[in-house]
Structure formats: C-alpha cells, structure tokens
C-alpha cells in the first residue's frame, strides 16, 4: 500500500492512538485478523497494512480513512459548554452548542446511572454512553421532546455524546465523579465513580421513569453486546461516519428499537 508517511511514521501513529483509546495490542491484532506479534510488526514500522487493516484500523479509532493513512487525527467538533439556557442550531464546520441547560441534564443523568449501575464489572464508559444515547433518542420518539438533547455523532464503537469527553472533564474538576482503569476480563476498560448523589429534581416524572426503564434495559450488556445493539438502530444507520445522528430518525425504526405505539390507519 502507497502510504504519504512511511511505515516506521505510520507505525507510530498508531501507537499513540491505541495508547489514547486505551486498547491493547491483543485487541487490535484480533480486531484486524493478525497475531500479536504480526501486530507489534505494525506498530514498529516493520510491515506494511493492508488496505483492510488500515480501514479496520481507521474505523477503531474514529478517523477518516484518508487522515489515518497520512498518520494524522480527523478534526474533531469543537465543543462549546454555554452559559446560557437558549440553544443553538448546529452550525456549519461541526460546531457545537451545548445549552446549560441541557449540560446539567448531562451530568445528573450521568450520575444517576452511575449510581444505578456503574459498580457493575460490565458497565465502562461504553455502556454508559449508549445508555445515554438510548435515554435521549427513546425519549424523543415517546414524547416528541428532548430530554437532555445531546448531539451523538456516529463513530466504530457506536452513539457517542459528542461534549461527553469535555463534560467528564468538567465534572472530575468540580468533584462529582472520578475516572479510573480497570480490567473487564483481558481489556482495559474505563470507568466512573459517582462523588456525589444525582439531583434527581431537575427531572420530571415521565423523565426519571424512561431513564429507570433504560437503566434496567441495559444493566446486563457489556460493551460489545450494546455496540452491535445499537448498530442496528435506524438513526446510527442513516447517519453518516463522524458525523452527528439526527433525532427525527426515530420515527423511521423498525419494531425492534421503537418505544411507541403508532396508530396504522390512514
């Protein structure tokens, strides 16, 4: 493969991504049908990728092809956490507004779950985000409102909360959670501790009982069984690689996924 970086280049780039997702060389040796000796081959620059592994490989990592075989990162949205309770349409160049308001939704439905269910082994960073994702988009096709109204953006490992990262931070700084690595069988998984207790009043009723359903739901899935669960769910399908996931594609699921019952007459 005719790479613009050479393999030694490349091979690094790949080191500091595995590195900032926190996976392990056995992980992506399997994830991409090599050994893992074959694999560290790769990361020192000593073999070449084939086409399929460097696609598998970009797709892992959330970047687009074209970037990944130039050893460089896709630009990211920019995230913007706002004072203000009025929101804003996403502008053009991925943009991002994230409202107060909805930021505080955020982050007591985060700690809620985390106190629900994030001492279980099977519940990491991933879980956590599809939960929320779930929260999000069943709540929109119920009740044709939002309730905390994130932007997701479509990436390998399925919705992800796109000011999640930003937000986490934030909270770890003002003491509500703290982050921690642990082993979930042979993997690194990344986990939250709550540091305080969720202010449930910024919920109504019909809010906190979609978001116990969907606790309850999904406590028992680890990360790969709600990855290819979301996978499957028509707003993930239609949207775009990197790009964010639209709400209004609710109303286009399958059975399967739907949380309401529509009327069939004409």
């Known amino acids: 493969m ?5 393999n030694y280049m490349l091979g690094k780039f790949i080191l500091e991504q595995r590195k900032q997702h926190c996976l392990t060389q056995d992980f992506l040796a399997s994830e991409i049908g090599v050994s893992r000796p074959t694999y560290v081959q790769i990361e020192q620059g000593g073999r070449d990728l084939t086409i399929t592994e460097a696609r598998k490989l970009a797709d892992i990592f959330g970047i687009v092809f074209d970037d990944f075989v130039q050893g460089k990162e896709s630009p ?8 203000q309770t009025i929101p804003k349409k996403i502008k053009q160049g991925m943009r991002i507004s994230v409202p107060q308001e909805n930021i505080i ?3 007591e439905t985060l700690l809620y779950v985390l106190e629900k269910i994030g001492a279980l082994p ?4 991933a879980v956590i985000c599809k939960i929320l994702y779930f929260i999000d988009f069943d709540y929109y096709e119920k009740y044709e409102e939002q309730l905390i109204g994130a932007t997701y ?12 990262t930003e937000i986490v931070k934030q909270m770890e700084r003002d003491g509500d959670l703290v982050s921690v690595v642990k082993k979930y069988f042979q993997y690194d998984q990344k986990k939250y501790l709550p540091r305080r207790r969720a202010d449930l009043s910024v919920f109504t009723a019909r809010e906190k009982e ?11 899935f680890n990360a790969d069984k709600i990855k290819e669960y979301s996978h499957k769910d028509v707003p993930w399908i239609g949207a775009k690689d990197l790009q964010p996931i639209s ?19 004409l």
């Open 122 to 125: 099977n519940v990491g960073e």
């Open 2 to 6: 005719d790479y613009t970086v050479d």
């Open 76 to 83: 990211s949205p920019i995230i913007e956490l706002e004072k």
């Open 105 to 107: 939704k955020l982050k």
């Open 210 to 220: 979609l978001i116990d359903t969907e606790i309850e739901r999904f406590k028992d």
């Open 247 to 265: 709400y209004e594609a609710v109303f286009c699921r399958t059975p399967e996924f739907s949380v309401r019952q529509y009327d069939d007459k």
């Open 153 to 164: 953006i479509k990436n390998h490992y399925g919705p992800t909360p796109a000011a999640f």
